[in-house]
């Protein structure tokens, strides 16, 4: 190309310019092409014997390796969930050549149950991503492995595995407060980082093993090996070191659990223990428990139908799911509630004729004691446990109000920190009522929410909080059950930490708990039986929830109702009184004859934790319980 | 086969004078500006991607369901720009190829960092955006937009201004670090002043020039491209690190024979070593699977569509469009060369997608773009000649 001086454009040489241009690199296109296709030829033709011989004979692999589980302690390092090494059977789909004839033969040598032979083919059918083992079975005895060993060349595909596993020493009485681990299900497949949860067969389904499951789980490592065709390994040409999980320490106190669980004695119930400065949970027993370690293994399906159709439901968490109405426990925080409002005041007294009647309305709301208390003040009330009171005080409040005051102890709430899968139970209002069922509120439904029945329901963590922020004068602390995680203390300080209450004067919660206490050691306590032999300053309040609503001016006879129509017996209470260390919320599903074996098991726990001495044996107390029977101690 | 009805695509489609002068009844293809023969190959294209796509990735239909919704959004940009008049292309250039650098530079100073390289910008919630996509079309505009206007062949001033032009985003992309885009916005713009005429004598020196610096260049490469570029001359010296890939896909290649082993069959695709099989190294599954008839099926389908482009490119009623259409389509052909290349193991690893069947959405968007462009160059033309 000449240097050319014109200024004008010359389009007809630019044209020219790029034809030659274009047609130049369609040739360089073609020689490029044909030089790829060189290549290709090369490979896929001329050298197709190498490859091919290295792509069938000699295969590299990559392995997983998976962590090892976090363990997990209670507070004084007790172990409650460790790792046992066991043989699990695999499965790897891609490398079976014939699945049924493959399934069959396992079935033979592993001498398996119709039923187990079933489970088996669900599973191998499961979906996997390519080339991951499927587990089949855990737990092999030394038979089965031997016996697996010796037909292992029948066997492509299939693998016996070391793994830990899972395994919970305590798994009936921590069943619902640990949760447990089981196998990843084709759900959550889907969810998982594949990497991270290569070779990991189980992930925590509930409680602290499904909250804390990230910080448990670790991560993947992965090993390369060189295979031969059929897969076996021959040689690990290097490896990535898995990452294991960090243990977990929990505020759980093993003992203290344990003795909920012998307390509750097999009775559908809960307990919740907590110490009120922190809101460590010391205890959070829900019974019946269950044996966690069924669903680690793989619970066969008549073991689950039977858990499931259990009537006493051991399967459902009772401390954070259950829903109990809170019966008279709650006057202890309305009776604070009606003094923020200007409602009461500590001495102000009403009289009670045995009822109270709403204006203009005949209908009588009764007191539990037919012929009334008499003149009650806010002190008494308490301790006697007064319905008039209350219900004179809920229709003075209404129920907005009465809604907010509540709320602001946590009812209706989650409250629970890292608590898997808790219930917020109801705390109802006008507006829950409107929209739940599209009705106004009526002024006689405040009146059974004023003695915690109606709508207003509980789960016992809940009641089990408000008891602490309530002994804590109005500084609220979230329930938690980790302490520590790896060597990283959980903050006391919590995000989302609610309102601590405040009120006009700090006298108002001495006369309160100068109720509560009366519950306990005052001549006409309602668990004054409880209270006998204290040796330190006890608070507590009884309740009775109904399960089985009655007519008006109907009698309650405990004996005449089955046994599952009989009402609840709550108890909360805290200790000691000066410097509460201990926050507890005893649920007993249809203990039936008032509230006496609630306070008793309230007491057993505070007494077990506060004092010195070897924790009482739960024998004596149901002994102790069995010879007060006969005494009723009303609400 | 398929020649000879290219062949009778193109004589079906001279340049024709109004048969009247008056109004005469457009056909749907010059009403749409779009050009049939190129649609077809490309949807063939696209279809053969996404069942390689379903092989590659494990049969996922998720990922192939992701990457179809993707074709579809770059296939509706791809029409609306065939709409647009070159014109307005060229007046936009400038405005395009600053507001690229502008945010490749943003890039470099807050842009967002994955996979070890600082390559995206992120507003939030609103979207992420690869800057360097934009690149590789501003740059061809932006270079014939400048270039059609001035006297041609260019001279020495010309060329520094092209120069610049070119380098500083190129540049900026290198240090991403992102060699594989900043190799394709290179040749987007080499391409573009190739094509205007640059001198022989030129071409020559530049050679010499870039020989004289590719120790410059090794010295400031990153480690793992070094390594890449090692890696290559010698896979074997690393079999379980960089090599891998290398030795991987040519067993995978090399194992599939003439026929390959069958779709879905791949025994070392469908293994997990295969690593990036679904994105950069898609190709190696095409090859164990479909073997050498396949590769050489989809070789030729890339070239019919190359060189209709450069037939449509060529057929443009001025320069701008020629230089633009012609980069855009060379541009199209190094994607296609660069990635067979590496994967077969005849070039180093850099990281450049299989146009069109590789996972991925944004180089989709770019690519479709593009042929609307060209497209849209074609379409728009001046029925007189010049």
């Not at chain 1, 010195?612 to 739960?618: F, G, Y």
């Amino acid at each position: 190309m000449r240097d050319r001086r014109d200024t004008l454009k010359n389009p007809e040489q630019e044209l020219r310019i790029f034809r030659v241009r274009a047609f130049l690199a369609v040739l360089t296109i073609l020689i490029l092409s044909g030089l790829l296709s060189g290549r290709l030829v090369y490979l896929q033709v001329v050298q197709h014997e190498v490859y091919s011989t290295r792509s069938e004979k000699n295969r590299v692999r990559v392995e997983p390796l998976p962590p090892t589980r976090g363990l997990i302690y209670d507070r004084n390092g007790v172990l409650l969930a460790e790792n046992r090494p066991t043989y699990n059977l695999t499965l790897i789909r891609e490398r079976v050549d014939n699945l049924d004839t493959t399934l069959d033969r396992l079935e033979e040598l592993l001498n398996l149950s119709p039923e187990e032979a079933e489970g088996f083919r669900i599973r191998a059918r499961q979906p996997q991503r390519p080339f991951q083992p499927a587990l089949l079975m855990s737990d092999l005895d030394e038979t089965q492995i031997a016996g697996l060993a010796i037909n292992r060349h029948r066997l492509p595909g299939i693998e016996v595995e070391a793994q830990l596993l899972r395994y919970y020493p305590d798994s009936q009485i921590m069943a619902h407060a640990i949760g447990y681990v089981g196998r990843i299900n084709a759900e959550e497949v889907k969810t998982l980082d594949p990497g991270r949860y290569a070779g990991t067969h189980f992930i925590g389904k509930t409680g602290v093993e499904r909250f804390y499951e990230d910080v448990l789980h670790g991560q993947a490592g992965l090993r390369q090996v060189e295979t031969n065709a059929r897969g076996r390994v021959l040689r690990e040409l290097g490896r990535t070191h898995p990452v294991p999980g960090q243990n977990l320490t929990l505020t759980i106190d093993r003992e203290l659990q344990n003795l909920a669980y012998e307390l509750l004695d097999g009775r559908r119930g809960s307990i919740v223990a907590l110490v009120p400065g922190t809101g460590e949970i010391l205890a959070m027993v829900s019974a019946p428990g269950f044996d966690s370690n069924q669903f680690v293994t793989g619970i066969d399906f008549a073991s689950y139908r039977e858990l499931q159709e259990n009537i006493d439901l051991p399967l459902f968490n009772r401390a954070i799911r259950g829903q109990y109405p809170p019966g008279s426990t709650i006057k202890p925080f309305l009776a604070l509630a009606g003094l923020v409002e200007g409602v009461i005041t500590p001495d102000r007294t009403i009289n009670d004729p045995g009822f109270y009647q709403l204006p203009n309305d005949s209908r009588r709301y009764r007191n539990w004691l037919r012929w009334g208390h008499g003149r009650v003040d806010m002190e008494r009330s308490i301790a006697v446990s007064n319905n008039t009171y209350y219900y004179s005080l809920a229709h003075e409040m209404g129920i907005d109000r009465l809604h907010d005051q509540m709320s602001a102890f946590g009812f209706g709430q989650r409250v629970g920190h890292d608590i898997f899968g808790e219930s917020g139970a109801l705390m109802p209002s006008r507006d829950w009522k409107r929209a739940r069922f599209n009705q106004p509120w009526y002024p006689g439904e405040t009146l059974s929410v004023g003695i915690g029945q109606g709508y207003w329901q509980v789960t016992p963590l809940q009641l089990a909080t408000a008891t602490a922020v309530l002994a804590n004068r109005g500084q609220w602390v979230r329930p938690r059950l980790a302490s520590q995680i790896g060597d990283n203390p959980v903050p006391v300080e919590l995000p989302d930490t609610p309102r601590d209450i405040v009120v006009q004067s700090d006298a108002w919660w001495d006369r309160v708990f100068s109720g509560m206490e009366k519950v306990l050691t005052g001549h006409e306590g309602t668990a004054r039986r409880t209270g006998v032999g204290l040796q330190y300053r006890m608070a507590g309040k009884s309740g009775t929830a109904q399960v089985f609503s009655l007519g008006q001016d109907q009698r309650y006879n405990a004996e005449e109702l089955a046994e599952r129509l009989r009402d609840h017996a709550l108890f909360m209470a805290f200790a000691p009184l000066e410097d509460p260390q201990i926050a507890v919320a005893v649920i007993v599903e249809n203990a039936g004859g008032g509230s006496t074996h609630a306070a008793h098991l309230a007491r057993a726990m505070s007494d077990a934790w506060l004092l010195e001495e070897e924790a009482p044996d739960a024998d004596e107390i149901r002994e102790a319980m069995e010879n007060d029977n006969s005494t009723v101690a009303g609400n | 086969m398929a020649l000879s009805l290219l062949t009778k695509g193109l004589r079906a489609r001279p340049v024709r004078a109004p048969e009247s002068g008056i109004s005469r009844r457009k056909s749907l293809w010059e009403r749409t500006h779009l050009d049939p023969w190129l649609l077809l190959l490309l949807l063939v294209l696209l279809i053969v991607g996404l069942g390689v796509l379903y092989s590659a990735s494990g049969q996922r239909v998720d990922v192939v369901m992701a990457q179809g919704s993707r074709f579809v959004v770059a296939f509706l940009v791809m029409l609306v720009l065939a709409q647009l008049q070159p014109v307005t292309l060229m007046r936009w250039a400038p405005l395009l190829y600053g507001v690229g650098l502008l945010m490749l530079i943003a890039v470099e100073l807050v842009g967002d960092v994955g996979m070890g390289a600082r390559r995206w910008l992120v507003i939030p919630g609103v979207i992420r955006f690869q800057p360097s996509e934009l690149m590789k079309l501003a740059m061809p505009l932006m270079l014939a937009a400048w270039l059609s206007r001035r006297q041609l062949p260019p001279r020495w001033k010309e060329l520094v201004v092209c120069a610049v032009l070119l380098g500083l985003p190129v540049m900026l992309i290198a240090k991403q670090p992102d060699l594989g885009t900043s190799l394709l916005v290179a040749c987007a713009g080499v391409f573009v002043v190739l094509m205007a005429g640059l001198s022989w004598r030129f071409i020559a020196l530049l050679g010499i020039a870039v020989a004289s610096a590719l120790p410059l260049l090794w010295a400031n490469l990153h480690n793992y491209q070094r390594q890449r570029v090692l890696t290559f001359l010698n896979p074997e010296s690393d079999p379980l690190g960089a090599g891998w890939n290398i030795i991987q896909s040519t067993t995978a290649i090399g194992s599939g024979g003439l026929w390959g082993k069958g779709w879905l069959q791949g025994t070392q695709s469908q293994l997990e070593f295969l690593p990036e099989r679904h994105t950069d190294f898609i190709v190696a599954v095409l090859g164990e699977e479909f073997g050498l008839v396949g590769m050489l099926l989809i070789l030729l389908l890339y070239l019919l569509i190359v060189i209709r482009g450069l037939w449509l490119a060529s057929a443009a009623h001025d320069t701008f469009g020629r230089l633009l259409g012609g980069s855009i389509i060379l541009t199209f052909f190094i994607y296609v060369f660069v990635n067979v290349g590496m994967v077969s193991g005849i070039l180093p690893v850099v990281g450049v997608p299989l146009p069109l069947v590789s996972y991925g959405g944004t180089s989709s968007v770019t690519l479709l773009a593009g042929f609307g462009i060209l497209m849209s160059i074609h379409g728009h033309r001046r029925l007189l000649p010049r």
